[in-house]
């Protein structure tokens, strides 16, 4: 079986061999700077030498552009050696970090009233803009005809795009004061992403959508099972309509934080699997499955143990095991490693997991 076989049969519970070896966060060649500074090369090699499966985490995106379009270059603000302050064209003001493990913060959101969203819906989400698809699109569609990797369909997420815009107090308030503004801003996103999508896949043949979010504190959800219902459930609807017409068995959501109570909302709006349920902000997969069991779950191991060493990568193995046999689950760490991990506790992790995956047969569910 292909990469790209495994990765859909294991999530959807079909009869698989094994489960794929896939890296999961960090994209293609990702590494840490001390890993580069230590061992000169690494970054253009890491994954060879591991031998991780299929392309960039093991699925792959595209290069079209599924945000606002026509934004040309942000303008700086201010630089110095530790930091620079970019403003992009829609409004919003980051500061981006040139060190350390958490790079971006975001200064000043766009949408700070309704004259605001209206500007950037007119100028920046036009579906039809050529500009969103890359000058190479041909070949790459080529390229993906040929592939033996998931290949996925984008979406900048329900909340996660209206979050974008307005920053995730003033999205709070706004479900209460103007819940107008935060209804158009999700239904025109969505609306604009499956236009775009229908072009795609006239060409290409998808294997998933994957939808970012991050909407979730270690505490829970950002926002009330009533207004995920209200506001955030129409969308995803449209979304599993357009995976179901499509032939794309998966609709994965990409959230940080505790996500067990989020699993079963996004579970009755159409997704059918999710990540990375990061073990530091209380997920337990035991529990997720015992109540969701026909969630597809994606990571769920503890990026930290990396840092703590070798017995408590074992632990981490062990879970993994135990959970590939359940069926629907495809094991990797909860997030990318921090800088307190060493590229040797690293590899010793990505190796004992291949071992793992190599050795462990998933049952068949379905």
């Known amino acids: 079986m292909t990469t790209r076989q495994r990765f859909v049969r294991v999530l959807t519970g079909e009869e698989v061999d094994r489960v794929p070896f896939l890296k999961v966060f960090g994209g293609s060649n990702a590494v840490l700077p001390l ?24 699925w792959q995106t595209t290069p079209v552009n599924m945000g606002l379009s026509g934004l040309g270059k942000p303008v700086t603000l201010k630089e110095t050696e530790t930091f620079v302050i970019l403003k992009q064209a829609d409004g919003t003001i980051v500061r981006q970090e040139k060190t350390g493990d958490y790079h971006k913060q975001v200064l000043q959101y766009p949408v700070r009233e309704r004259k605001d969203w209206e500007r950037i819906k007119k100028k920046y989400l036009s579906p039809d803009d050529p500009e969103r698809f890359p000058a190479n699109w041909q070949e790459l569609v080529s390229e993906y005809r040929r592939r033996d990797y998931p290949l996925q369909l984008t979406h900048g997420g329900v909340y996660g795009f209206a979050r974008n815009l307005l ?82 068995k998966i609709v994965l959501v990409d959230s940080d934080g ?20 990061e073990v530091g902000a209380g997920n337990d997969l035991d529990r997720v499955r015992e109540k969701y069991p026909e969630v597809g779950i994606i990571g769920g191991l503890e990026k930290n143990s990396m840092a703590l060493g070798k017995e408590a990568v074992e632990k981490e193995m062990e879970k993994a095991a135990r959970h590939i046999q359940k069926g629907r689950y495809i ?36």
């Open 331 to 366: 094991p990797g760490p909860d997030h990318f490693p921090l800088s307190n991990v060493s590229l040797e506790n690293y590899l010793y992790f990505m190796e004992r997991l291949k071992q793992v995956i190599l050795t462990t047969k998933p049952e068949t569910l379905r």
């Open 258 to 277: 505790y996500i067990e109570e989020l699993t079963g909302l996004m579970l009755e709006s159409g997704v059918t699997a999710l990540y990375p349920y």
């Open 35 to 58: 890993w580069e500074e230590k061992h000169p090369g690494i970054s253009s090699s890491i994954d060879q030498l591991i031998g991780f499966e299929g392309a960039y985490r093991g």
């Open 167 to 248: 920053g995730d107090e003033a999205l709070a308030y706004a479900f209460y004061d103007d819940g107008s503004l935060v209804r158009d801003i999700m239904e025109t996103y969505t609306e604009m992403a499956i236009s775009v999508w229908g072009l795609m896949v006239k060409q290409v043949q998808f294997d998933l959508i994957e939808c970012w979010e991050d909407m979730a504190s270690k505490n829970g959800s950002l926002i009330s099972p009533k207004m995920f219902r209200e506001f955030l459930k129409p969308q995803y609807e449209k979304i599993a309509a357009f995976a179901r017409q499509q032939g794309i």
